[in-house]
């Protein structure tokens, strides 16, 4: 994916999307990114980190981690057990998280337009768009209804999913090692990062 469409992408990742059980999803989208905004732009944390904190708590509410996980490895999921797969899910969330978290501070309302939703008995896609200088880009959220709450399962940005990106790279990896060899080297990734 291109750097700029990176970026996009972690500006609304970690947008949180949380939602009472009566809000649509593209409702839902609009007020969790005034929500996180709000987080950001709030002097009341005593320090930066306990500010993104706050976010990641948003964001652990609504991005189901484990199906996003469950489907960046797909069909060879079902072969490992439990306690591998919790531990990648743990794994995976963390690198997620810690990659793209410093950069979503600049965010603002202004830079996002929440452009419609589709839903389908219990999956949602909302549209959205991200305005960065004169450009826009498309970014998608595959949401999914699981208990009575509307959670993301995917971005999909510029036609490109992030769990079909990551499914990519994990399975050439897996090809020759084993999943606890993966999960070890997220471990390893997140270790390096602020």
Do not use: C
């Not at 005034?34 to 904190?53: G, I, M, N």
């Not at 057990?81 to 965010?107: C, G, M, P």
């Not at 050439?172 to 070890?184: E, G, K, M, V």
Request: net charge neutral; aromatic share 10%.
């Amino acid at each position: 994916m291109k750097l700029k469409s990176i970026f996009i992408f972690i500006s609304l990742l970690f947008t949180g999307l949380a939602m009472a059980e009566t809000t649509s999803p593209q409702v839902t989208v609009k007020n969790t990114i005034s929500k996180v905004v709000t987080t950001f732009e709030s002097t009341s944390f005593p320090s930066v980190d306990a500010r993104k904190d706050a976010v990641l708590k948003i964001v652990g509410e609504v991005f189901d981690f484990e199906e996003m996980a469950k489907r960046s490895l797909g069909s060879t999921w079902s072969k490992y057990s439990v306690e591998d797969q919790n531990n990648f899910v743990t794994a995976f969330a963390d690198f997620l998280a810690k990659t793209y978290l410093n950069r979503i501070e600049n965010v603002s309302e202004e830079m996002v337009s929440v452009d419609s939703e589709q839903v389908r008995e219990d999956k949602a896609l909302v549209k959205t768009k991200v305005k960065l200088k004169d450009s826009q880009f498309p970014i998608d959220y595959k949401m999914h209804l699981e208990n009575g709450a509307w959670l993301v399962y995917d971005v999909v940005i510029e036609n490109v999913g992030l769990v079909a990106n990551y499914r990519n790279e994990f399975a050439s990896i897996l090809r020759t090692q084993d999943l606890a060899t993966l999960t070890q080297k997220l471990l390893t990734k997140t270790a390096t990062l602020k």
